[in-house]
């Protein structure tokens, strides 16, 4: 039996605009497994971002429950959803996560850093050799190609072996070639060291390596079923 | 710290330049500290050297310790619990009078005319005061005066001779020249014959009670009566303490811009579950690190200057004042973070993620 590790049950968000209140998210159900990985497609305005920041825990739904690792994540408190966040999450973000005057190397000891805990060097250099950054780990962000930067972002995500990792747009800086291979890495990391990833992106490319891909329209989440 | 430390070490030039006003600022703190407490210290040595509690002038002197007059009979009027000791006080002109040409000749000096016997005179020398033979104040041997040599006085016929030298004998920045009483008096009163007056009585102790005639004054309500001594201190305090609130801002306005560049970073990073605590504590270490680095290198230079420059300027080094200082440097500096602080709190990691 697989694990379950993301799971959103009868989800909905709604705004205050005026007098009006607007369902930006119409009810929705979501199950990650471990070793999956999800891909989301939308257009802009399709509720696609409430749904990631809810699903992050960065706002809370209306109605229902978003459960993390089988925990009640959105019905933890802001500092609560924080503390889950850094140790049950692996970001990879668009323009990259990495912080612009850490070395590669330092960008994973910041968590370290903050756990007050020790650095797992054997780890580490694993995760480099898998990504192959180990020549790049000591450089600045701004000193690698796009493509490096987010194999780098990578390392990152799963350094402190979250069982999410959160993929928002991970390609949209990077040219064919170089985003087939970013995400090829990422999805070889799912399946092997068995997390749930949920990558949003524009590119209809990348669905290929997904192993559920949902639509998400006006605040309508759905399965693609032929993907 | 971790962060903090990282990002100095990777922009060092823009810190450099942020830790470079601190230095300048630190070390114009310091500096005029060190030149206020000299300052000070020269209108004063010679009040603190004494090591009492009050002292005792006629209320028609007006505050004025050289326009006090006193008598024998007042002296023994006076019931005091402690000790008490008679002081003259008057200014004078003095000069070489062989004139060898190594002696900066005409110098102004405050004459203090004691009693051999009693508390007033220093004790880092033990001759005796009797007749012109006179204890001077260290800062005649930088004039080229020396042990034997004669001391005149313009506008009188007596000659001292220098029979000793004590440290840190300034009043009213002028050094002083320790003398018996009635060699005070005669110069004083310009007579062979002169009445036993004096200026006032330096009380070690409590006094009991004395004539409404008299009026008595603590020590340290007795100093800030020396012309000019209030204002001096007054004006150095504001200049000091408005030029660390400066600081504070200065350094508020740096860090503060600097976090509102950051602010996509800080946002990606709270989305990450990184706590707002972390992050502004990150902030903070990162201005306590500018500012230490600032004052230490301040704090150096200053020292270099004191000692090259406290020959030239009256510059000295109390070490209260410097500690009192560097610690309102980190209070205000702190208190500057903080609006970086509330930036931070107010960042919304939403922003970080989709869009």
């Known amino acids: ?227 | 710290m971790f962060l903090a430390f990282k990002e100095l070490k990777y922009a060092k030039q823009k810190f450099a330049l942020i830790i470079a006003v601190v230095v300048l600022v630190s070390y114009l703190v310091y500096f005029l500290t060190s030149l206020a407490y000299g300052l000070a210290s020269s209108y004063t040595n010679a009040v603190n050297k004494w090591e009492s509690d009050q002292i005792i002038m006629t209320v028609d002197a007006n505050d004025n310790l050289m326009m006090s007059f006193m008598t024998q009979t007042d002296f023994n009027n006076i019931n005091i619990d402690g000790e008490k000791a008679k002081i003259g006080l008057f200014p004078a002109v003095i000069k070489n009078p062989q004139e060898v040409e190594d002696i900066d000749t005409r110098l102004n000096i405050y004459l203090f005319g004691i009693e051999d016997d009693g508390f007033l005179k220093p004790t880092d020398s033990n001759q005796t005061l009797t007749g012109n033979q006179v204890i001077v104040s260290d800062e005649l041997s930088k004039n080229g005066y020396g042990i034997g040599d004669m001391i005149a006085i313009s506008g009188s016929e007596i000659e001292l001779e220098i029979i000793g030298f004590t440290k840190n004998a300034t009043y009213q920045t002028a050094p002083v020249i320790y003398m018996a009483l009635s060699t005070w008096q005669a110069y004083r009163f310009s007579t062979n014959t002169p009445p036993n007056l004096f200026s006032g009585i330096v009380v070690r102790g409590e006094i009991d009670s004395i004539e409404s005639k008299l009026s008595s004054y603590t020590i340290d309500d007795y100093i800030f009566t020396l012309p000019g001594y209030t204002a001096q201190v007054l004006t150095f305090t504001i200049m000091i303490v408005f030029l660390i609130i400066i600081v504070a801002f200065v350094l508020g306005i740096f860090v503060y811009v600097l976090t509102i560049q950051k602010t996509s970073m800080f946002g990606v990073m709270k989305a990450q579950g990184i706590s707002n605590g972390y992050i502004a504590g990150s902030v903070l270490i990162q201005t306590l690190l500018l500012v230490g680095i600032g004052i230490i290198i301040g704090f150096i230079l200053t020292e270099v200057s004191v000692f090259f420059l406290s020959d030239i300027v009256p510059l000295a080094t109390n070490v209260l004042f410097y500690i009192i200082i560097t610690l309102a440097f980190f209070l205000f500096a702190l208190f500057g973070g903080l609006f970086s602080v509330s930036a931070v709190l107010k960042i919304d990691p939403l922003k970080a993620i989709g869009g």
């Open chain 1, 1 to 227: 039996m697989k694990k379950v590790l993301i799971e959103m049950k009868n989800v909905t968000k709604d705004f205050l605009q005026g007098d009006n209140v607007i369902r930006a998210l119409k009810p929705t159900n979501l199950v990650a497994y471990e070793g999956e990985m999800i891909g989301i497609v939308g257009p802009s305005g399709s509720g696609k971002s409430t749904f990631l920041t809810i699903l992050g825990g960065l706002q809370k739904p209306s109605t229902g429950q978003v459960f993390l690792n089988s925990k009640p994540f959105s019905e933890l408190s802001v500092k609560e959803k924080s503390k889950l966040r850094l140790e049950e999450i692996g970001f990879i973000l668009q323009a990259s996560n990495l912080i612009p005057f850490l070395t590669v190397k330092e960008q994973l000891v910041l968590y370290n850093k903050i756990m007050r805990s020790k650095v797992d060097k054997v780890w580490m250099t694993e995760l480099f050799d898998k990504l192959g950054v180990e020549k790049l780990k000591d450089k600045y962000p701004n000193e690698l190609s796009g493509g490096e930067r987010q194999r780098s972002a990578i390392a990152k995500a799963l350094y402190h072996n979250p069982n999410v990792i959160f993929a928002d747009e991970p390609t949209a800086s990077l040219d064919t070639n170089k985003a087939y291979e970013v995400v090829k890495l990422l999805a070889r990391e799912t399946k092997e060291q068995k997390k749930a990833t949920i990558m949003v992106t524009h590119d209809e490319r990348m669905l290929e390596f997904c192993d559920k891909v949902y639509v998400i329209v006006d605040g309508v989440l759905s399965q693609r079923v032929n993907a």
